[in-house]
């Protein structure tokens, strides 16, 4: 065969790719490669899959639903506008007697008279009608007003709204649910939950407290904005009054609310909230920093700081299944690194699990979150809010937020048993043989620097009082322990050979199963440290409130003050006392007297009486100075600046006008006591609580007046004073009637205290009340005395949040461990073990995990509490004046429950898991 001279056959080259192109390919293939393998193991492994899933949806969905519900609950400016116009073109609020400047919704206004400040004025439809022309309509809405009404077992506060709901423009404010309109001043209608708190139907008597007026229920009607106990009353019912900003108008243009029209309203001081804006107005656009003031940075660092807490909770938890995953696809990662994949690939492959099941979660939790807070939403108006929603919304920007959190969370929690597999014994995992790798001594070192430097840290931040430094101190030093776990394992099975089989066999397999023990030990660990340093703070400062509290009155005494001002007569001394030895079972009765400078009625004057300290022994340094460190050192050394009764309530003494009544249930004085103070009152003298203010047997009272012309000079009087050697309440004066009138000063009564055995209880203060309901509404206070603060709730709260996520960690742990162990559970069964030899395997399996991970958290909670209350004591000790110091205390009942939650998981662990021994048949 013959060929032609000259000629060779020259296979085409392909033209050179650029390196750059060609690594960008091979990520993304070795990617793709790795998605489609986590893909198809999702599928394979359906337990684990569920059980990775629903850890990280459940806190999705949680988010999701409160996300969506506060979108739906934030209205936009123009629902907002529609709601609080019905069907009218607008609404006017008369507010000033000279021009104003406003927004383009009305929602801020300024006056355009710098000179001459806004007033508000009273304004009559007449006025309106003429200013809007002809054609125009408008209808008057009220200023809300409380309201007191009888209900079938206790009066019930409500809300009044005047408005004529027969007038088409107030129609369209509410929902008619049955009934009609009120025609007439005698008729209310009712909103739906101030009919079931008063039980109360269509034709039913709606009677107030003091019996004075009853009005007929003729209608059943919602406000869309408050959902609570209201009632609409007709405008004849309650009477004008001349008070200013009182009211609002809704009004009927003939033509559009344009720009002309709001500013010549502006010229005459109206302002002008129209359906649609005249002028350009910025839309608000909710973002995630956009609206943060400077002062907000703080509560946002916090609730960061908290969201990375959760995070790193759910990290641990699901990090586990991530770990045992790795473990059975050992033979298979082996096999991709045969066929030539690298330690990154072999990474790539194990966090394509993280993001295929990030993927997963996020979007089942954003489905069922949102269609949880669109189903709900009924409920959560009602419940929740109180008030109906806007359109139906699901804030996408924080959805995605929360799906790159979800998808974070995966990666995360695949991040550790991906390095993991990229460095296992490729041999070793082609036999199947599990080589776990040493130790190494460089993430204790780092664990333990985590540690110091975060109990630093936390210390730093409580001397600072800043919650975002402390936590960011906790953070760190919770991750100094998940470093140091792995090390502390692996020295308790070490520790373990002197036990018996079960347990041996358990801390064994925790030793070399350590990416999945660890990380439930840790979850378990910051539960539980999280929930004793927070319950230890909150003991503590539950009885540093104790220590500090200042009762206002002997305990079980009883202050009634009238609660406003009421054309309603005022109770007597005798009312008030038969009222109290009915209802309270009280003793003796007195009179609260304050003095005043003008006569009753008139308020052209106004005065200040106070007892005088004498110079040389006030304090020279103000509680409120920045002293110097020198300074301050001698102002806690001085006794003239220790820490009086006085100076807990800023200085101020109040003054009374008594003559011996009221003195021994006011100040808890012993008889012998109150008959010498009493005698000093008799004799025309004063009594005081504070024994500096008595020197060489006198007391200096100063009458400070301000009136309506030029201040006047301040008058001192010299009297004759006696101080009582302890008192309880707060400081206070004691003039005699006598003493009074000799500095020009006047009295009234205030209120009356009562004397009784024990704090009356609510519901015989609801009694007590009720006898005087015809008085007008009366606030009671009641000296409970110093009582530390109910902290149990709250902690048994805490603790039982961290029992469930130990049981749960504790649970997962143990049956990843029994699907991971089952081939060495068919080798005990073929030697002979016992049928119980599983299940208490699992009892210890739990134990490890429950009980290591329990009593770290409890020696890290109790470390980080002893360390937050001693920086803060150390700050205290330096300043002046001196404060209460934090006592530490344990906080048992978090301790107790903590203590039984290992206990409850080895139980549950025990009665879950089945006796019987698998036989498996294996071929080599």
């Known amino acids: 065969m013959s060929r032609a001279i000259g000629r060779t056959d020259v296979p085409a080259v392909p033209p050179p790719v650029p390196p750059g192109r060609r690594r960008w390919a091979e990520l993304t293939g070795s990617w793709r490669a790795a998605l489609r393998i986590a893909r198809r193991e999702s599928r394979r492994s359906r337990k684990r899959t569920a059980l990775v899933l629903a850890m990280i949806a459940l806190p999705v969905l949680v988010l999701a639903f409160l996300a969506a519900s506060y979108d739906m609950a934030e209205l936009t400016p123009q629902e907002r506008v529609d709601r609080q116009l019905g069907v009218a073109d607008a609404e006017l609020r008369w507010l000033a007697d000279t021009p104003v400047g406003q927004d383009g919704w009305g929602d801020s206004w300024y006056s355009r008279d710098s000179d001459h400040p806004a007033t508000g004025r009273v304004t009559t439809a007449a006025e309106l009608t003429t200013l809007l022309g002809p ?17 079938p077992e206790r009066d019930e506060n409500v809300e009044g709204r005047v408005l004529d709901l027969t007038d088409p423009l107030a129609r369209g404010l509410v929902r008619f649910q049955a009934g009609r309109a009120p025609r007439q001043p005698g008729e209310v209608a009712v909103s739906p939950d101030a009919s079931r708190r008063l039980d109360l139907r269509l034709g039913d008597a709606l009677v107030t407290a003091d019996r004075t007026r009853a009005y007929t229920v003729v209608g059943l009607v919602e406000f869309p904005d408050d959902l609570g106990p209201v009632v609409a009353l007709h405008p004849g019912a309650v009477p004008r009054n001349d008070a200013p900003l009182e009211s609002s108008w809704l009004v009927d ?56 807490l959760g995070l790193l909770e759910v990290v641990l938890l699901v990090g586990p299944a991530f770990a045992v995953g790795v473990r059975r696809r050992r033979r298979d ?26 993927v997963l979660g996020a979007a089942a939790g954003l489905v069922l979150g949102v269609g949880a807070a669109f189903a709900s939403r009924p409920l959560v108006e009602q419940y929740v809010f109180g008030a109906r929603f806007g359109g139906y919304r699901c804030w996408p920007s924080a959805l995605l ?56 840290l936390a210390a730093f931040g409580a001397t600072r009082t800043s919650p975002a430094v402390i936590l960011t101190g906790l953070i760190l030093g919770e991750l100094g322990l998940v470093c140091c776990t792995p090390t502390l394992i692996g020295a308790l099975a070490r520790l373990g050979r002197v036990l018996p089989l079960a347990p041996r066999i358990a801390l064994r397999d925790a030793s070399r199963n350590r990416a999945a023990a660890a990380p439930a030990i840790c979850a378990v660990m910051a539960a539980v440290a999280s929930s004793v340093a927070l319950g230890g703070y909150l003991a503590s400062d539950g009885a540093r409130d104790a220590r500090a ?73 103000l509680p409120g100075d920045d002293l110097p460190a020198a300074e301050r050192r001698q102002a806690r050394a001085d006794p003239r600046c220790r820490l009086h009764d006085t100076d807990h309530y800023g200085g101020y003494v109040e003054t009374l006008v008594d003559d011996g009544s009221a003195l021994p249930i006011l100040t808890g004085a012993d008889p012998a006591v109150t008959a010498e103070a009493t005698a000093v009152l008799r004799a025309g003298g004063v009594v005081v609580t504070d024994p500096r203010y008595l020197r060489d047997g006198l007391v200096s009272v100063q009458v400070s007046r301000v009136e309506a012309g030029p201040d006047q000079p301040d008058t001192v009087g010299e ?90 960690s504790a649970g997962i742990a143990t049956a990843l461990a029994a699907a991971e162990g089952r081939a060495e559970l068919s080798t005990l069964a073929a030697v002979g073990a016992a049928p119980a030899v599983r299940r208490l395997l699992a009892i210890c399996q739990a134990g490890v995990i429950a009980g290591l991970g329990s009593v770290l958290g409890i020696v890290a909670g109790l470390g980080t509490a002893a360390i937050v209350l001693f920086s803060v004591n150390r700050r205290y000790a330096t300043s002046w004046p001196l404060s209460e110091p934090y006592p530490f205390l344990m906080p048992w009942p978090v301790l107790g429950v903590l203590v039984l939650v290992p206990m409850v998981a080895m139980l549950g662990a025990g009665l879950f898991t089945r006796a019987r021994l698998p036989i498996e048949r294996r071929l080599d």
């Open 135 to 151: 054609g125009s309509r408008v209808t008057e809405i009220r200023a809300r007003l409380p309201l007191t009404v009888r209900g």
């Open 719 to 808: 009297l004759p004073g006696y101080a009582l050697p302890a008192a309880i309440g707060q400081p206070r004066m004691l003039l005699s009637p006598s003493a009074a009138r000799q500095l020009g000063l006047r009295w009234s009564t205030t209120g009356w205290v009562i004397g009784t055995p024990a704090p009356p209880d609510q519901d015989r203060q609801e009694r007590f009340t009720t006898a005087l309901r015809s008085a007008g509404p009366l606030s009671v206070i009641v000296e409970q005395g110093a009582a530390p603060r109910d902290v149990s709730p709250l902690l048994l709260l805490l603790a039982a949040a961290a029992g469930l996520i130990t049981v749960g």
């Open 401 to 456: 937020l929360l799906g790159g959190v979800a998808v974070l969370t995966g990666v995360l929690a695949a991040l550790a048993p991906a390095w993991t597999a990229a460095r296992q014994d490729v041999l070793a995992g082609l036999a199947g043989r599990r080589t776990p790798p040493p130790p190494r001594g460089r993430w204790l070192a780092l664990g333990l620097a985590l540690v110091a430097g975060g109990a630093a």
């Open 253 to 308: 243009v003939r033509g559009t609310v344009d720009a002309a029209l709001v500013s010549r309203l502006n010229e005459h001081g109206v302002v002008v909230t129209p359906r649609h804006p005249t002028t350009p107005t910025a839309r608000s656009s909710r973002t995630w920093f956009g609206s943060i003031r400077p002062g907000d940075t703080t509560d946002l660092s916090t609730g960061v700081l908290i969201a990375g």
């Open 549 to 621: 509290y200042q009762p206002v009155l002997p305990t079980g005494h009883v202050l009634v003050n009238p609660v406003a001002p009421t054309p309603l007569p005022r109770p007597t001394l005798a009312e008030v006392t038969a009222a109290a030895r009915a209802q309270l079972g009280a003793g003796p009765v007195a009179a609260v007297q304050a003095v005043t400078c003008a006569p009753e009625g008139d308020s052209a004057g106004y005065c200040y009486v106070a007892p005088g300290l004498p110079p040389e022994r006030a304090c020279p340094w």
């Open 333 to 358: 990662l082996a096999l991709v690194a045969v066929a030539g994949g690298d330690a990154a690939q072999l990474r790539r492959v194990v966090l394509a699990d993280g993001v295929v099941l990030g």
